[in-house]
């Protein structure tokens, strides 16, 4: 069973502050990794993705994968109201011709102003 | 980013009716749709994944006869939910992936809501 974990929260943060959501995973042979943002009776909007260990920025988020620990975080920094959502962590690894992806069941992110 | 399109948004059907939802990738090709479905306060669950001129390949646990899957093209793929029934009731979206760079990142639709009466 490929397996993708979060902490489903609601985790939550004062405007301004950094949010940091965290996400295991479970195969080893998985590939590429990705953050959604997911607003309520909404679709979910690709955030970030990343490919290599380290950290990946993108104006207010970084991305950090640590494949060893088989671990990957989305930091938010100054965040908003707006940012409250959840959030979530896809895993994908390669079957035949496709990316298979294994999403996690989301972390709810509330900003209080 | 790439843009997909979903139709109907939002469908209310009679038990044991069909209903037909498309996908369209707008701006690019996709190599592969995936269709999933999302209960309230729930996770996305993928049904099935298919590739253009293939058979989809469903998820353990999802009934192929009763949620048939047509990629006719690379931008157009179609899920028909047969005979629906109110636990069918439920957030249905489409994703769409591409090469573009190595990089296969995957980009959703906006979602159909079913409510079967």
């Known amino acids: 069973q490929k397996e993708v974990e979060q902490n489903s929260g609601p985790l939550s943060v004062p405007e301004g502050a950094i949010a940091s959501l965290n996400c295991t995973y479970s195969d080893r042979g998985s590939q590429s990794f990705f953050w959604y943002r997911q607003y309520s009776g909404k679709s979910p909007e690709l955030i970030m993705f990343i490919y290599s260990n380290g950290d990946k920025e993108d104006g207010r988020f970084t991305a950090q994968l640590n494949k060893a620990s088989q671990y990957v975080s989305l930091l938010i920094r100054d965040s908003q109201p707006s940012d409250s959502a959840t959030y979530l962590c896809a895993v994908k690894r390669r079957s035949g011709g496709s990316y298979i992806p294994t999403f996690g069941r989301g972390t709810s992110l509330i900003v209080h102003p | 980013g790439a843009v997909v399109s979903q139709h109907p948004s939002r469908v209310i059907c009679k038990s044991g009716t069909s209903v037909k939802i498309e996908c369209r990738s707008l701006?690019?090709?996709?190599?592969?749709m995936f269709w999933y479905r999302q209960f309230p306060k729930q996770s996305l669950m993928l049904m099935a994944t298919s590739n253009e001129g293939s058979k989809a390949t469903y998820e353990q646990g999802v009934e192929k006869d009763k949620f048939l899957i047509n990629h006719a093209s690379l931008t157009l793929s179609t899920l028909t939910v047969t005979s629906a029934h109110p636990e069918d009731s439920s957030f249905y979206i489409c994703?769409?992936?591409?090469?573009?760079?190595?990089?296969?990142?995957?980009?959703f639709g906006p979602g159909t809501r079913l409510t079967v009466t």
């Open positions: 701006d690019f090709q996709a190599t592969t």
């Open positions: 994703s769409a992936t591409f090469t573009a760079s190595g990089s296969y990142e995957q980009y």
